[in-house]
């Protein structure tokens, strides 16, 4: 990444100093009160916890320079971190399988990053998932473990990919020119909240799964980063003033319906929300 531009006349601007400063990985509670620090601060991101809400994954390094980005794992009780791909690729964005005994991660082993599988215990060495052109990276694994959603981007277009996990068969979730991303499936499998920049600025929306069937908003005024409460009552996202909401969801049949979104807290920074009960 390097954040410059040249003029006509000859003179470059440019953006100087780290491309991020180190971030400490928080739990806190619906007020935003802080309840513990995990691990040490480093370049950290897509952190998600595991089904069984003893871990969290996430991916970095606890160094501030010259890192690998690998998937970490941090205890949510006690003070175990541990490194859990040594590989020398890049490793970016994870998922948990339903069980807890699988994560997904993307990983540019081949090039470009694709999305790869490991076992949580070590029996089974990381394989390739799925690969496609541009970058590839793991958003969501439905319930019964059959199929993983897909952040695929290419030439800076974001499309959500449905990957049968038996067959390896691959569909768009939606065909268009706006980018969708950051799908996550409902907890009983029916519904899928998703960001998307269709209307000009990233707002959120649900639609049935596996679809066909109608887009439904929840945000009214830009959102990201959408993620379900543990019983599939609410949703949860972050506003683009850093703010973090909740709002109620009413699926009745064939429609989906939320209610007003209440502030849980405002984050002192950009933070992504990540939510199970």
């Not at 809400?53 to 501030?64: D, K, N």
């Not at 909401?245 to 699926?251: G, M, N, Q």
Request: hydrophobic share 35%; charged share 25%.
């Amino acid at each position: 990444f390097a954040a410059f531009s040249a003029s006509g006349s000859g003179r470059v601007v440019f953006h100087s100093g780290e491309s991020q400063a180190p971030v400490r990985m928080e739990l806190r509670d619906r007020k935003g009160s802080l309840l513990r620090s995990l691990g040490t601060p480093g370049m950290y991101r897509s952190p998600s916890i595991s089904p069984d809400g003893r871990w969290l994954a996430a991916t970095g390094h606890p160094q501030v320079r010259d890192g690998n980005h690998d998937v970490w794992l941090f205890a949510l009780e006690g003070e175990s971190a541990i490194r859990f791909t040594i590989e020398p690729s890049e490793d970016v964005d994870v998922a948990w399988a339903p069980d807890g005994k699988t994560l997904f991660y993307a990983a540019n082993a081949k090039g470009p990053h694709d999305v790869f599988r490991k076992s949580v215990d070590g029996t089974r060495a990381a394989e390739s998932v799925y690969e496609a052109p541009g970058m590839q990276k793991p958003a969501s694994v439905s319930r019964d473990g059959k199929v993983l959603l897909v952040n695929s981007e290419v030439d800076e277009r974001n499309v959500l990919v449905v990957v049968d996990l038996a067959t390896g068969r691959a569909r768009p979730l939606r065909e268009g020119a706006w980018s969708d991303g950051h799908g996550s499936l409902s907890p009983d499998g029916r519904w899928l909240l998703f960001e998307s920049d269709e209307t000009g600025r990233p707002e959120i929306y649900v639609t049935p799964f596996p679809g066909p069937g109608r887009t439904f908003p929840v945000s009214t005024d830009g959102g990201r980063n959408p993620d379900w409460r543990g019983d599939g009552r609410e949703v949860v996202y972050a506003a683009l003033d850093g703010r973090v909401l909740a709002a109620p969801a009413f699926p009745e049949g064939d429609t989906f319906r939320v209610g007003a979104a209440a502030e849980l807290f405002r984050a002192p920074q950009r933070r992504l929300p990540v939510v199970r009960a």
